[in-house]
């Protein structure tokens, strides 16, 4: 298992940029593929990217291509989501999570999770 503490979250206007960052403790790292999600009130879990323990793939949902990019940095063991124009819908708790399978998008395949964080937009 590895533990994971997301940070970044906050407000930002319609429009801006955050970045997000999932700091990873525990077992190897870099044998993970790292993923982000996010749930917004009375919403299920949905997936929004993923990226491969070596970060040459990247995956991403249909919503936020071409406007979030995730990438990691396996020295210091963290993975980052970078949000830029963001939208009244983004809103949502966003939260990282590792799995050892090559890749997924389906939050059952994700056995360790973080806390999730915030994002906040405003129109």
């Known amino acids: 298992q590895v533990q994971l503490v997301e940070s970044g979250g906050g407000l930002v206007q319609a429009g801006g940029s955050l970045r997000l960052s999932c700091a990873a403790s525990?077992?190897?790292?870099?044998?993970?593929?790292l993923g982000w999600f996010r749930q917004a009130p009375g919403k299920g879990r949905e997936f929004v990217a993923a990226i491969s323990w070596s970060g040459g793939n990247t995956y991403y949902a249909d919503s936020v291509k071409g406007r979030f990019t995730v990438s990691r940095d396996n020295a210091k063991k963290t993975v980052f989501l970078q949000m830029n124009s963001l939208k009244p819908e983004d809103p949502a708790v966003y939260s990282c999570?590792?799995?050892?399978?090559?890749?997924?998008?389906?939050?059952?395949?994700?056995?360790?999770w973080g806390q999730g964080t915030q994002v906040t937009v405003s129109s």
């Open positions: 999570a590792a799995t050892l399978r090559i890749w997924s998008n389906r939050e059952a395949d994700f056995g360790s």
């Open positions: 525990g077992r190897t790292f870099r044998d993970y593929t």
